[in-house]
């Protein structure tokens, strides 16, 4: 059933849309649809085309107006599109009146982004993180969405709780959510117990914009086996691990990775995880420099810290995937001294934006991994100085 189900996913072909209006520019739009193309392909969709509309606002019955909406409906009758995924989100009256015009399943990206943690997720603390946003996500639309889950069968946007939603009422839902929550709390309370017992060690934590490459360095500074793949939250479970450098002991726990409309509810529902950022006593942000958009993706993460209040923690900021950075940025008949040069100053900028914080690398070829080991370090050890001045055990 699970391999049918599958291979139902592989075969979903989908469109995109989205809408430039006030709050985003055509510019922002086209970024933000290239990253939802990608959410698309981690869930198994294939992306047909996307369409994009320029509005005051959006349209409170169908989001786009009713000739773009026309246009999707062609289209999607001419190619066989199983799947219209909208960039925003819409609300449960949306989804049931563009449905029911263009005749397909209709998502939006918190959907696409709950489906694919709902893909992911492993333990059981994460399956009810997931599946606690899932229904929190469904009840204000419950009303709107009733005709349009009738015809929903498996595949994107259908995973997690499952149909049986379809038939209930907001009572039972309600209830449901009540007793997610409560489930919720007990893991909470035995995950909270165990950071406690992790005694005295400095805890430094992996942060960052999701497919940056956490994992990756996860496992080479602390030579753990953690599931790394070149696709959007390839892990939703936190791991931590004890780390020794020079005799020097710590935990590096890995988290899960940011992005921008990141569903409210799934933040929520992730409190306990995102707890392992909030208790860190360092926290190594790690950025893709490769990507067009890192900056976008720093402030993304930034206000993520901001709002789960851990925003003034020391930091170490890790430029990572530098190899493709120069392949990107350098032309191959680029003088070496130029080359040199360019990279200079692109460091001389960001030491002068964190405070000397920055560093250099990329996981994937080993370089500058001991100048990263040895940052770690030397924050580890102030640290410890910090809080137990008069203990010299670890430093």
Same mark, same amino acid.
């Given at each position: &059933?699970?391999?049918?189900?599958?291979?139902?996913?592989?075969?979903?072909?989908?469109?995109l849309v989205g809408l430039v209006h006030k709050e985003q520019t055509e510019t922002q739009m086209k970024e933000y649809?290239?990253?939802?193309?990608?959410?698309?392909?981690?869930?198994?969709?294939?992306?047909?085309?996307?369409? &994009?509309?320029?509005?005051?606002?959006?349209?409170?019955?169908?989001?786009?107006?009713?000739?773009?909406?026309?246009?999707?409906?062609?289209?999607?009758?001419?190619?066989?599109?199983?799947?219209?995924?909208?960039?925003?989100?819409l609300t449960g009256s949306q989804i049931g009146n563009i449905s029911d015009a263009i005749g397909v399943?209709?998502?939006?990206?918190?959907?696409?982004?709950?489906?694919?943690?709902?893909?992911?997720?492993?333990?059981?603390?994460?399956?009810?993180?997931?599946?606690?946003?899932?229904y929190q996500y469904l009840l204000p639309r419950l009303k709107g969405m009733w005709k349009h889950l009738e015809r929903q069968g498996g595949g994107i946007g259908s995973r997690g709780p499952g149909e049986t939603e379809i038939e209930t009422d907001r009572r039972i839902v309600k209830d449901k959510i009540a007793l997610l929550r409560k489930k919720l709390s007990e893991i909470d309370k035995q995950a909270a117990t165990q950071r406690k017992e992790r005694g005295v060690y400095i805890r430094v934590a992996l942060v960052?914009?999701?497919?940056?490459?956490?994992?990756?360095? &996860?496992?080479?500074?602390?030579?753990?086996?953690?599931?790394?793949?070149?696709?959007?939250?390839?892990?939703?479970?936190?791991?931590?691990?004890?780390?020794?450098?020079e005799q020097t002991p710590f935990l590096l726990s890995d988290t899960v990775g940011f992005i921008r409309k990141l569903p409210h509810h799934l933040v929520e529902s992730f409190k306990s995880t995102l707890d392992e950022v909030r208790e860190a006593d360092?926290?190594?942000?790690?950025?893709?420099?490769?990507?067009p958009g890192y900056e976008d993706q720093m402030g993304v993460v930034n206000k993520t810290l901001q709002e789960i209040g851990a925003f003034d923690k020391p930091v170490i900021t890790i430029f990572n995937k530098m190899d493709l950075y120069e392949q990107t940025v350098f032309d191959p008949w680029l003088d070496e001294d130029v080359k040199r040069e360019m990279l200079t100053q692109l460091e001389t900028r960001w030491q002068q934006i964190t405070g000397n914080s920055a560093i250099f690398v990329s996981a994937t070829e080993r370089r500058n991994l001991d100048g990263l080991r040895n940052s770690?370090?030397?924050?580890?050890?102030?640290?410890?100085?910090e809080r137990y001045p008069y203990l010299t055990k670890f430093y």
């Open positions: &059933m699970l391999d049918k189900q599958n291979k139902i996913q592989h075969e979903e072909k989908s469109v649809l290239e990253e939802l193309k990608f959410l698309a392909e981690t869930a198994g969709a294939l992306t047909m085309k996307t369409f &994009m509309q320029k509005l005051p606002r959006p349209d409170s019955k169908t989001f786009v107006g009713k000739g773009k909406l026309e246009e999707i409906k062609e289209y999607v009758v001419a190619k066989g599109i199983t799947l219209v995924i909208f960039d925003d989100e399943k209709t998502i939006d990206r918190s959907d696409l982004i709950l489906d694919i943690f709902a893909s992911r997720a492993k333990t059981a603390q994460a399956k009810v993180q997931v599946e606690l946003a899932q960052g914009y999701t497919n940056v490459g956490k994992s990756t360095l &996860m496992n080479v500074l602390s030579k753990a086996d953690v599931f790394s793949e070149n696709k959007l939250f390839a892990t939703l479970d936190t791991t931590t691990r004890k780390v020794v450098y360092c926290l190594l942000h790690v950025v893709d420099i490769s990507h770690i370090l030397n924050k580890v050890k102030l640290l410890y100085e």
